[in-house]
């Protein structure tokens, strides 16, 4: 199973809840996975799945949990969804969407793509800070190394949700989560395989204390600014 998503959407979360269950064991990012991300997004689709397969079959053998149902966190694989789906043909892939606005607000407060950050090493050996990564379209990455800290933020939500609704998922809203596990609970068992009760408790741990933090965190400089780079998929997806 893989659950993708924008960094700071509450993949972690749904993941560390999924892989608790009963059968499942959740794999974390794998880190050999996350760093090949930016070259496999490069291959074939047939390609990238098979070293997928490779990473993961190592990764679940050294773990001494082939008999379990894996859970992948990394954010980065919304990239590859498709790739994934060819790699593990059975696997559920979840997507789990927060509004934009509230996940620019958490990734200003974590700093990984502010400028002042630069030079400071991330879980994969690459570097944190406002350079252009993979997923910044390259005729706009000095655009990208120039914008503000929250154009980059939002910049970084736009593309992963964008990627990710391009493959074949399981869409979870995490306002709905946070509002109503049980509901959500009671769609995702029947897709997991899993009795619904049992992931409603799982579920109902979610904080939902930050959803909204955006009309408290944010200024209307930049509200603007996030509006300008993801205003078109924050309303798409009902969020402006």
Request: glycine residues 8%; proline residues 5%.
């Amino acid at each position: 199973m893989f659950v993708v998503g924008s960094p700071r959407s509450g993949t972690t979360f749904l993941a560390g809840a999924i892989g608790a269950l009963p059968g499942f064991v959740d794999l974390g990012e794998v880190l050999p996975l996350k760093s090949s991300v930016p070259v496999l997004v490069g291959l074939p689709p047939d390609e990238a799945a098979s070293r997928i397969r490779r990473t993961l079959e190592r990764v679940r053998t050294l773990a001494l949990v082939r008999g379990l149902r894996g859970v992948e966190q990394t954010p980065e694989m919304a990239f590859l969804v498709q790739a994934a789906a060819e790699a593990y043909p059975h696997a559920r892939r979840i997507h789990l969407v927060r509004d934009g606005r509230d996940v620019v607000c958490s990734l200003l407060e974590r700093g990984w793509l502010n400028a002042s950050r630069d030079r400071q090493a991330d879980d994969v050996g690459g570097t944190y800070g406002g350079h252009a990564r993979f997923w910044v379209e390259p005729d706009r990455a000095r655009e990208f190394a120039e914008a503000s800290d929250a154009t980059r933020a939002a910049w970084a939500w736009r593309r992963y949700v964008g990627a990710a609704r391009e493959g074949d998922v399981i869409e979870v809203r995490y306002e709905e989560l946070a509002a109503a596990p049980e509901r959500v609970a009671a769609s995702l068992a029947e897709c997991l395989e899993v009795e619904p009760q049992t992931l409603a408790v799982a579920l109902s741990r979610v904080h939902a204390r930050s959803v909204g933090r955006y009309r408290r965190e944010l200024t209307s400089d930049q509200l603007r600014e996030v509006e300008r780079e993801a205003g078109d998929l924050l309303a798409k997806l009902g969020y402006a």
